[in-house]
């Protein structure tokens, strides 16, 4: 069964840091690159990173850049999001989806995603 978990969310303030993580079962972690997106209410869904398990090559929305870094543990198939100096626009339900290329418009074609974290940012 393929199973992707995101964890680390919740209720942060303005300024602040969380991690989220994903952790990937159920298919060739090395076959993929996995991705974050998100999505607010009311609004459209957004490409926030993404990383190539293969070669690491990594990609960031032009709002997250500087502020969040992606990295993978390939051997726990986990890749993990530090979010730095999180702002009021950050809060969304944040989604890891995995796919088969590390692109700015990764979202499009997503093979596998989980269920979300909810990340809430208070000003």
């Known amino acids: 069964e393929v199973k992707l978990v995101e964890s680390g969310g919740g209720l942060v303030q303005a300024g602040g840091s969380l991690r989220l993580s994903c952790a990937a079962s159920?298919?060739?972690?090395?076959?993929?690159?996995i991705g974050w997106l998100r999505q607010a209410p009311g609004k459209e869904r957004e490409a926030v990173s993404c990383?190539?398990?293969?070669?690491?090559?990594?990609y960031y929305g032009s709002s997250v850049k500087g502020r969040f870094t992606i990295s993978s543990d390939n051997a726990k198939n986990t890749v993990y999001l530090q979010m730095n100096s999180l702002k009021p626009e950050d809060t969304a339900v944040y989604y890891c989806?995995?796919?088969?290329?590390?692109?700015?418009?990764?979202?499009?074609?997503?093979?596998?995603w989980g269920d979300g974290a909810l990340v809430t940012v208070s000003s």
């Open positions: 989806a995995a796919v088969r290329r590390c692109w700015g418009g990764f979202y499009y074609n997503i093979d596998y």
């Open positions: 159920g298919f060739t972690f090395d076959d993929y690159a």
């Open positions: 990383i190539g398990s293969s070669d690491s090559s990594t």
